[in-house]
């Protein structure tokens, strides 16, 4: 059984820092892409962030700069580190781990950024 458990979300202030850890178990075949994707109330989910299993990322515009992701396949983990955070950057963030037909998502993290 696959899953993914995202953790590190919360409360910060405009500027702050964030660390968004996703643990996966039952994950078998190490060539699967991992992202990150973020959805705001009223708002279609979007790409943040993906790596592949040879570290080459892909990062959407608004984030460029800012967040950074990566992943420890020894310890089925992938991180979002987000920095400069903006309240524009709130929403439920969900890890998604993807290998061709197959598509698994978290339960998703609150990320909620005030002014």
């Known amino acids: 059984q696959v899953q993914l458990v995202e953790s590190g979300g919360g409360l910060v202030q405009t500027g702050g820092s964030l660390r968004l850890s996703c643990a996966a178990s039952?994950?078998?075949?190490?060539?699967?892409?991992m992202g990150w994707y973020r959805q705001a109330p009223g708002y279609q989910r979007e790409l943040v962030a993906t790596?592949?299993?040879?570290?080459?990322?892909n990062y959407a515009q608004a984030v460029k700069g800012r967040f950074t992701i990566s992943r420890y396949n020894a310890k089925n983990t992938v991180y979002l580190q987000m920095n400069s955070l903006k309240p524009d950057d709130t929403a439920a963030y969900y890890c998604?781990?993807?290998?061709?037909?197959?598509?698994?998502w978290g339960q998703g993290t609150q990320v909620t950024v005030s002014s």
């Open positions: 998604n781990a993807e290998f061709g037909a197959w598509n698994y």
């Open positions: 039952g994950l078998t075949d190490s060539r699967y892409v």
């Open positions: 790596i592949t299993p040879g570290s080459i990322t």
